[in-house]
């Protein structure tokens, strides 16, 4: 019977050799392993423990779709990050995870975005308002501030005063960048407990739930209707009738912010860098969007109907995935093709690298956008910049509108130029942004 030694391994000195080069960008290393060792490898890491990297796209399906009733997410999604955002959607696990995704998934339905568009529109430009016209701009803080702004405007479309967001927002970042902190440097944990740093940002997470407790009073007094997310999320009723208790809803708000808001702002930041590159996608937008707005005023169906602006994200996010790595930890005893997986192994999937795979993809370090020209379908099981199966990301669609927004409007007032040489990336939790300058040339 096979084991676990057909999984070629990579010795902890050699980890060890390059440590220095993976704490600033570990995909050059994972790169070269699997050039080297095949689509599936054995990291040692030390004190007895492992993970099998992979780009193998079959074992991604396999784990994250086909079985994954045997898959559970790593300590990194769950223990770490609940520790700032408490027990919701991104962070359970079994029968709590199941009925949180049920009572929420409706708030993500196509006809209750249509409700969502107007706002995430109008967050959208008046954030476009700071961009200085042929001045050489990072875009990356302008679009981070919008991807937060457009999750807190769908939450509470009204009466949530700035001050009160702009501390959530910090918050938010800060509790994130403490939590980068700890995986990047986990030898120094006692360090960030006896200095007080993690209970620092322990108490910012007390505060803002109070934020949030008041918000949320606010609401239930002024006993308006505001169909945004909140209110969806106020009424959403368990199977026995139930709504969610307080400690929980405010939960999944904050899991909503930190989900929500750092991966999308990275993808908008890659496709102005790549659109920059490539004047020749600017403008094809920029005609689909004057074809669009002629045909329709309706939102929803301009949004539909862009799809050059569609097909430039999705190229965009096979070559830059936010979320570059995917992780499962298995409960039992596991085997795929000569592989077994003796329980609780950790398993990585590269989305980066499966994105990017040369026997997956023609010409696979190039923005060819056309390649998603009729819908993607074809690729399915070699692109999931959303994941997949049932964990996939709950707010794909939210995404996608988003984008699709952001990229057309900007397109449709300016002219993008790159003030880089080539993109450079930071791999932290998400694959951020490094070098995101550009200059706007006004159309008008
Ligand atoms: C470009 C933007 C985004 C990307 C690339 C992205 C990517 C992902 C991925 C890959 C996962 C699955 C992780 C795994 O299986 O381990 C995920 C889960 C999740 N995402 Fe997103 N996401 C994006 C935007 C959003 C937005 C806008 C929201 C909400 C407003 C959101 C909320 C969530 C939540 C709540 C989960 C956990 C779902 C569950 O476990 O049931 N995401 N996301």
Known sequence: MSTTKDIPTVPLNRFIKHSLNILKNPLPFHHQNFTEQGDVFRLNIGFNSSVIFSRDAALAEYVLQKNQKNYIKSKIQTQDLLKYVGKGLLTSEGAHWKAQRKLIQPAFHKKQLNLLLDAIKTAILHEYKSIKPNEIINVFPILNDLAFQTVVKSLFSSAVNQEDINRLQYITEAAQKMLVKELRQPYLGWWFSLSGKIEKHLALTREAREILKRI????????????????????????????????????????????????????????????????????????????????????????????????????????????????????????????????????????????????????????????????????SSQYFPFGAGPRKCIGNNFAMFEMIIAVSELVSQYKIYPEFDSIEITPLITLKPKNAFLRFESRN
């Open 216 to 379: 949320v009073k606010e609401r239930r007094a002024a006993q308006i209707k505001a169909n945004d997310l909140l209110d969806m999320l106020l009424e959403a009723r368990y199977e026995d009738g139930s709504t969610m208790d307080e400690e929980q809803l405010i939960d999944e708000i904050l899991i909503l912010f930190t989900a929500g808001h750092e991966t999308t702002s990275n993808a908008l930041t890659f496709t102005f860098q790549l659109l920059a590159q490539h004047l020749e996608w600017q403008e094809k937008i920029y005609k689909e969007c004057i074809a669009v707005k002629g045909d329709t005023t309706d939102l929803m169906t301009q949004i539909m109907t862009s799809k050059v602006c569609q097909q430039v994200i999705e190229e965009s996010m096979r070559l830059y995935p936010p979320a570059y790595f995917i992780d499962r930890v298995n409960v039992s005893e596991d085997h795929f093709k000569e592989m077994t997986f003796p329980p609780n192994s950790n398993l990585l999937f590269s989305v980066y690298e499966i994105h990017r795979h040369p026997n997956l993809w023609d010409q696979p370090n190039l923005f060819l956008p056309e390649r998603f020209e009729n819908g993607g379908r074809q690729f």
